[in-house]
């Protein structure tokens, strides 16, 4: 930013800032952003809108191009405000803020809390490009660092972000392997859209055709049997007449079982003050992909297993 753009800013009004961060905020990570983006997120009359978007290609004239009526991230793009990769994600996906706002604004606490850190954030240049790629239906090129292959070239169509509790994932068609997979953002390096005819999604590869994604499995979840206090873990978990039903889809609910520790062997072997849960009937999750990740999941306690899915 320079001086002058920053003395700009510097000048106007906290009102204003937080509008031309949502424009920042939406060029970078969504690639796009029009009038009625602004209209809608803040409600101002349309003039309002039209001036803030004016002035922001003022004050950084290579981050946008003006076609169909919108205006579109430039590969010469440099934000004009500082973004967070846990606000980004947490904008982008409804997750809870690691730490301030998305758009710019501050944010104070109001009670002393703790949050605990992720493990580790991807580069926001990484999480840009591939957001962007979501939004726009764009294939990328990229190196992944695989931990059992090591790094090697991918080319991937990415469709949703999954964040496991752990770390955040992208949902993609990864072209290399030929199916839908997670990819974890921070393993990935060299991010760039695919050229020409290979940047778009060919036939099966879109989100539309990850059946994974969009099937939904229907869990059960009970106290475990080994807990003391079932009654304990009732309240704990918000459960009616003992159980606790849950949704969640095919590509994420072994992410989902293994963050919340439940027990998912059919006899309920795993021991520990972490298995609260028990999965009493896992036949929702077979032909489940993600069930792998699940703990105990087709193991039984005298070590004779079942291969997971």
């Not at 980004?88 to 009670?111: R, S, Y």
């Not at 974890?184 to 539309?208: K, S």
């Not at 869990?219 to 459960?239: K, N, Y």
């Amino acid at each position: 930013m320079s001086p002058s753009s920053a003395d700009t800013l510097a000048g106007l009004s906290a009102a204003q800032r937080q509008r031309l961060a949502y424009i920042d905020f939406r060029l970078y990570f969504l690639g796009t952003v029009a009038r009625r983006d602004v209209l809608q997120r803040f409600g101002v009359a349309s003039a309002a809108g039209t001036r803030d978007l004016a002035l922001y290609a003022e004050l950084a004239p290579g981050n946008a191009r003006y076609q169909r009526k919108a205006f579109h991230w430039q590969p010469g793009f440099v934000p004009l405000f500082a973004h967070q990769a846990g606000a980004v994600l947490a904008a982008l996906t409804g997750a809870p803020a690691q730490q301030g706002d998305a758009a710019g604004a501050e944010a104070g606490d109001i009670l002393p809390h703790a949050v605990p850190a992720p493990l580790n954030l991807p580069e926001l240049d990484t999480l840009a490009t591939v957001t962007r790629a979501i939004q726009g239906g764009q294939a990328l090129q990229l190196r992944y660092h695989s931990m059992k292959q090591g790094a090697q070239p991918r080319e991937i169509v990415p469709h949703a972000l999954v964040d496991s509790g752990l770390r955040w994932h992208v949902r993609a068609f990864d072209r290399t392997r030929g199916h839908f997979r997670d990819l974890v953002l921070t393993r990935m390096e060299n991010v760039q859209p695919a050229p020409g005819a290979a940047g778009a999604p060919a036939p099966g590869e879109r989100g539309a055709d990850d059946t994974q994604w969009h099937r939904t499995v229907a869990l059960r979840l009970l106290p475990h049997p080994a807990h003391p206090h079932p009654a304990s873990v009732e309240r704990d978990f918000g459960m009616t007449g003992g159980h606790l039903d849950v949704q969640l889809r095919a590509a994420v609910a072994g992410h989902v079982l293994r963050q919340w520790q439940v027990d998912c062997s059919p006899d309920a072997h795993l021991r520990g003050p972490q298995h609260r849960l028990w999965l009493a009937d896992a036949t929702p999750l077979q032909g489940v992909g993600s069930a792998a990740l699940a703990p105990g999941y087709g193991t039984l306690s005298d070590g004779a297993g079942v291969e997971a899915v």
